[in-house]
């Protein structure tokens, strides 16, 4: 396919729409967000925008369900999904978030999270929409908490929902504190301190304080 097909192309066009839309978000947020830089970022017409999204908000919510939402199952859901040692590949993950840290993430902090901050008491649309993600998430969490669980690798008490719940939380706690402080240091110390609460799931870590 040429390029002059690429432009022409409806799904392509979508796509580069929701490219530029998700990036104004994540810079400024949804209310301060611009159609004209995200037309300007892209070179396409109104006419083009208003085809695939009737307003602003339904390009928001495309943001939220087709590329945020694509993010969380791409980083987190699938790879867990996967795993056949889970609190392993949860631990992983959270390493693997830690070590990859940059200052542009720090800067601008997490775009699930500035959207629930921003969004959730002031459009009821784009809560449920944010909503439908973050359970997606906490479920596929809880799940993989349940299978380690199943597996003897953390402590059969442990509450699996809670502590998925709690787990999220802190991680979009550690993007929000990091983000006021700018400091990347903050945001590392804060994912190592949950990876040791992660350690002590485990049920050597019982045996460990008896």
Request: with cysteine; hydrophobic share 40%.
């Amino acid at each position: 396919m040429n390029h002059t097909a690429r432009q022409c192309n409806p799904e392509n066009t979508r796509q580069r729409l929701l490219a530029a839309a998700h990036r104004e978000i994540y810079e400024r947020g949804f209310q301060a967000a611009s159609l004209e830089r995200i037309l300007a970022d892209t070179g396409l017409s109104k006419g083009a925008l208003y085809h695939h999204f009737d307003t602003k908000q339904a390009l928001g919510i495309a943001v939220v369900e087709e590329v945020i939402a694509a993010r969380v199952r791409r980083e987190w859901i699938d790879p867990l999904m996967r795993a056949e040692r889970p609190l392993e590949a949860l631990a992983g993950l959270l390493e693997q978030k830690l070590l990859n840290a940059a200052p542009e993430n720090v800067r601008l902090g997490c775009d699930l999270n500035n959207l629930i901050q921003e969004m959730s008491p002031c459009d009821e649309v784009f809560r449920n929409a944010l909503h439908t993600v973050l359970q997606e998430w906490t479920d596929a969490l809880t799940q993989t908490l349940r299978r380690a669980r199943a597996l003897g690798q953390i402590r059969p008490e442990v509450d699996c929902k809670q502590t998925a719940l709690f787990i999220i939380a802190s991680m979009e706690g550690c993007a929000g504190l990091s983000k006021n402080l700018q400091d990347i240091e903050a945001y590392r110390g804060c994912m190592r301190t949950l990876g040791d609460y992660l350690q002590q799931l485990g049920t050597h870590a019982a045996g460990q304080s008896a």
